[in-house]
């Protein structure tokens, strides 16, 4: 919405910073940061009082998460209302890739918080069953995949772009379809998978999301693309914006979920920024380099498929919990260490991910 206010300059004037997409990102963070930090104390008042036991505990999970009885859930609305304002105030209302990563965070955030309120209402940890979370996340992800299709240039609709490989796509044809569905998809149950820890799952959201939001305004720089030799997707610099709300969120939500958490981000956050990361990445053509940046998220569910897969097959485990931090648990590492060192983890994947826009 600010950015109109560009209209009201000469050319030379303060209004003028408005045309800057570098310069409303920043307006967006300070936005996200103060909305988390103002509305933060009386949402979780709201949810604690509402939900009275909070968000129930596994019986069979660690014994470590049971002092965490009590603590509400739901804290994800924190962080979605944070970017949802941010990137409504500084971002172009034309720009049809804001409403396209706009569109699948909500939607999973929907879908999230009817698993979290059916959960606290009847006190147990199944909410929406699993095959309904996956039907409707496959149809938001076929919507949003069809959208960023008719969005992106007809050279590089259905096509596939390689990381580190030049000028090259390979061609999947009306296959690209489903494949970027399971890339949005895959992207928001991994985040949900890898939410189990106080701060665990935020930060790396974050540390891929900003990798993710360079990406997209870089490739939506036709100067930084000739440079870099990377595809160019007019349009989608303007995601940097929904990038810089979605980390001052996740910032003012990390200062209430820093343990001991005072709230859990909840389904309600972690399938809607996992969609947004699956969006970001389909949006910006670098659906592979998301399988890099977010590393930790696909080792996350991938614990949990050989987990199940082998447990069905032999009777026995591969690990001694899964999700894998929940393994690092049984064997002695505390929270705080599991937490920093998957942060870490992040942060190096994160780098090789940068590094693919320029190894060619």
Do not use: C
């Amino acid at each position: 919405m600010f950015y109109w206010l560009a209209d009201l300059s000469d050319g030379g004037d303060f209004f003028n910073l408005f045309r800057y997409i570098t310069f409303r990102a920043g307006g967006a963070f300070m936005t996200a940061l103060l909305f988390g930090f103002i509305f933060g104390p009386p949402l979780i008042n709201v949810l604690r009082r509402r939900q009275g036991k909070g968000q129930p505990i596994r019986d069979d999970g660690p014994e470590g998460h049971f002092v965490k009885a009590g603590t509400p859930t739901m804290g994800g609305l924190l962080i979605v209302g944070a970017l949802l304002t941010s990137t409504l105030l500084w971002a172009r209302w034309d720009n049809g890739f804001v409403w396209l990563v706009l569109f699948v965070t909500l939607a999973y955030g929907l879908i999230g918080f009817a698993d979290d309120y059916a959960k606290v209402s009847r006190q147990n940890t199944k909410g929406v069953s699993g095959k309904m979370r996956l039907f409707l996340g496959f149809v938001i992800a076929g919507i949003a995949a069809w959208w960023a299709t008719s969005l992106q240039p007809e050279a590089l609709q259905l096509q596939l772009a390689l990381p580190i490989f030049k000028n090259t796509l390979l061609n999947l044809g009306f296959l690209f379809i489903p494949f970027a569905m399971f890339v949005i998809v895959g992207s928001a149950n991994a985040v949900n998978l890898t939410d189990g820890l106080d701060g665990l799952a935020i930060m790396p959201v974050m540390i891929a999301a900003a990798t993710l939001g360079v990406i997209a305004y870089a490739v939506g720089r036709v100067d930084f693309t000739e440079y870099l030799d990377v595809h160019y997707v007019p349009g989608t610099g303007e995601i940097l914006i929904f990038v810089a709300g979605l980390i001052g969120g996740g910032l003012g939500f990390l200062w209430y979920n820093a343990p001991p958490a005072a709230v859990f981000m909840g389904d309600t956050g972690s399938l809607a920024l996992g969609g947004a990361l699956g969006a970001i990445a389909v949006a910006s053509k670098h659906e592979l380099v998301l399988g890099i940046v977010g590393g930790l998220f696909v080792v996350e569910a991938l614990s949990v498929i050989i987990q199940v897969l082998y447990f069905k097959r032999t009777g026995k485990r591969v690990f001694l919990m899964a999700p894998i931090h929940h393994h690092y648990e049984k064997k002695g590492w505390s929270e705080p260490q599991i937490v920093i060192r998957f942060w870490i983890i992040t942060l190096i994947l994160a780098m090789i991910g940068l590094a693919t826009l320029k190894v060619r």
